[in-house]
């Protein structure tokens, strides 16, 4: 299981509890979490990475495309749903 993780307002909202969450999941050796954020590669992202690093996961910087087309998630948790459908994917929900 593949668990792309948003990053702000969602992951740093409190970051205690979604380490011990990330951890748990990986426990298990066949899923798999991500960071995966509307962000811009390039930035400030030192906090991020520092995150990141702690827990041992990678990160998609999705450059402030829709997170569907830059990452191929099973799960997705985010606070901002609309962050992810592509434009297709979302016209397709709405017919
Ligand atoms: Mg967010």
Redesign the pocket.
């Known amino acids: 299981m593949k668990i792309a993780l ?5 992951f740093t909202l409190d970051r205690a509890s979604w380490r011990k969450a990330v951890k748990a999941l990986q426990m298990n050796p066949s899923t798999s979490v991500t960071f995966v954020t ?1 962000r811009m590669k390039r930035g400030d992202n030192e906090d991020i990475h520092q995150d990141a690093n702690v827990m041992g996961i990678d990160i998609v910087f999705c450059n402030k495309k829709p997170k569907q087309e830059c990452f191929k998630a099973d799960v997705w948790i ?3 749903p609309l ?1 992810i459908p592509t434009p297709d994917a979302m016209r397709a929900c709405l017919s």
């Open positions: 948003d990053y702000d307002d969602t509307a985010d606070d901002n962050a």
